[in-house]
């Protein structure tokens, strides 16, 4: 095994232990979460040209945009490894959007700079507040099916990774 082969794997092991560590316990606060929530409040400026709705609903999207467009950007190049890794950041996602839309009606979870709960907002608006708990359930179980594709791309692409020499080039099999 290569030392870069290795590494990934140590990167896929880390990923796969730690994302269990936060898909089964939604109050987890961890490595990327304030980084998560910088995109999310940017997302509300970027998407507030087009209205109240979408000002609201433009924190969540753009926690979305951001790592699928990351995604985009790997495998466009053909790097099958970092796109999974980047996948795998979409779940994390999911799970926070999940915990965020499960708080619509509790309303405990501190909001930056105060403000209107967007999940309130949002489901109220489309009068679908009553059901939080269970469209939360629903963004946590896609975010869980992205984990598992995630860990599943990222083994996939480390068993098909060619074997390369000293200068780069790929070793005949």
């Known amino acids: 095994m290569t030392p870069r082969i ?10 796969a232990v730690y994302g269990f560590v936060i898909m089964r ?6 490595l990327l979460d304030n980084v998560d929530l910088a995109i999310h ?4 400026l970027v998407f507030a040209p087009f209205g109240e709705w979408m000002t609201a609903f433009g924190g969540t999207l753009f926690q979305l945009v951001v790592p699928l467009t990351f995604v985009g950007y790997f495998l ?11 996948l795998w950041w979409v779940a994390q996602n999911c799970w926070n959007i999940a915990r965020y839309i499960a708080d619509a009606r509790a309303q405990e979870l501190p909001l930056v700079g105060g403000g209107e709960h967007d999940w309130f907002y949002l489901l109220s ?14 963004v946590r179980v896609v975010g869980a099916l992205v984990y598992f594709c995630a860990l599943a791309f ?4 480390l068993r098909n990774e060619p074997v ?9 099999a």
């Open 25 to 30: 316990d939604p109050d987890y606060f961890g």
């Open 125 to 138: 608006a489309s009068r679908a507040l009553e059901s939080d708990l269970e469209i939360a359930r629903t």
């Open 154 to 157: 990222g083994v996939i692409t």
């Open 76 to 86: 466009r190049r053909g790097e099958w490894f970092g796109g999974s890794v980047c």
């Open 164 to 172: 390369k020499d000293a200068d780069g080039d790929v070793a005949p």
């Open 6 to 15: 290795a590494a990934r794997l140590a990167l896929l092991a880390f990923l």
């Open 41 to 44: 409040e940017t997302g509300h």
